[in-house]
């Protein structure tokens, strides 16, 4: 069965100071996709990256930068030098194209960044 | 980019009544929509995956006859929430999957309907 785990169900920094989140997941497939995904209190999901399996190199996007390590069946998350505007909700989730699913969601991480 | 438009963004209802929730594909088609239901402070569970011309598939524990699902054309699929009452209350998401979306599963997520059942 797939599933996707984010163990840390809040977190709270400072402004400035880097955070990492983390995501375990679970499948039996070769090829599958992740996912990360940002919820701000608006609700509407905001589309961060998508990794394919085949795909280990890290990415980094601004001040975001994801690590892949299908070692361990991990996709984190890092944002440094945090901003108040980085809290919301952040789910990671999973993705088999090949049997056509949906998307599989973690339970998500809610970021509060103080000023 | 693609994008998937919902209707309303949010709405409230008296107990029994019955709701129906737009989405649409705005600049592409889709053969394929997945409808969400998120409820406060928790994650994004699917409901149901919608195909064209087809009856939709539903999720273990969702019941068909309550939520219903009609995918009419490629660009419209309408879930219509029948006799609701106070527990469907939540955050209805959905998401649209462009034809021909390969290799990856693409899917594009409208903005969400926030029901209130009173």
């Known amino acids: 069965a797939q599933k996707v785990t984010q163990a840390q169900t809040e977190i709270s920094v400072v402004e400035k100071e880097d955070v990492t989140l983390d995501c375990v997941y679970e499948?039996?497939?070769?090829?599958?996709?992740l996912f990360w995904y940002k919820q701000p209190p608006s609700g509407e999901l905001v589309f961060l990256i998508r990794?394919?399996?085949?795909?280990?190199q890290n990415e980094i996007s601004g001040r975001y930068s994801w690590n892949f390590q299908k070692s361990t069946s991990s996709f984190n998350f890092t944002i440094t030098a945090s901003q108040v505007v980085d809290s919301a909700v952040y789910f990671c989730?999973?993705?088999?194209?090949?049997?056509?699913?949906?998307?599989?969601f973690g339970k998500g991480t809610t970021l509060s960044v103080s000023s | 980019g693609a994008v998937v438009s919902q209707h309303p963004s949010w709405v409230i209802c008296k107990s029994g009544t019955s709701v129906k929730i737009e989405c649409r594909s705005l600049?592409?088609?889709?053969?394929?929509m997945f409808w969400y239901r998120q409820f406060p402070k928790q994650s994004l569970m699917l409901m149901a995956t919608?195909?064209?011309?087809?009856?939709?598939?539903?999720e273990q524990g969702v019941e068909k006859d309550k939520f219903l699902i009609n995918h009419a054309s490629l660009t419209l699929s309408t879930l219509t929430v029948t006799s609701a009452h106070p527990e469907d209350s939540s955050f209805y998401i959905c998401?649209?999957?462009?034809?021909?979306?390969?290799?990856?599963?693409?899917?594009?997520f409208g903005p969400g309907t926030r029901l209130t059942v009173l």
């Open positions: 998401s649209a999957n462009p034809l021909l979306a390969l290799p990856y599963n693409e899917q594009f």
């Open positions: 499948t039996r497939d070769t090829t599958y996709y």
């Open positions: 990794r394919n399996s085949f795909d280990e």
């Open positions: 989730a999973l993705s088999d194209p090949q049997a056509g699913t949906a998307l599989i």
């Open positions: 600049d592409f088609q889709a053969t394929t």
């Open positions: 919608s195909n064209e011309g087809s009856k939709a598939t539903y």
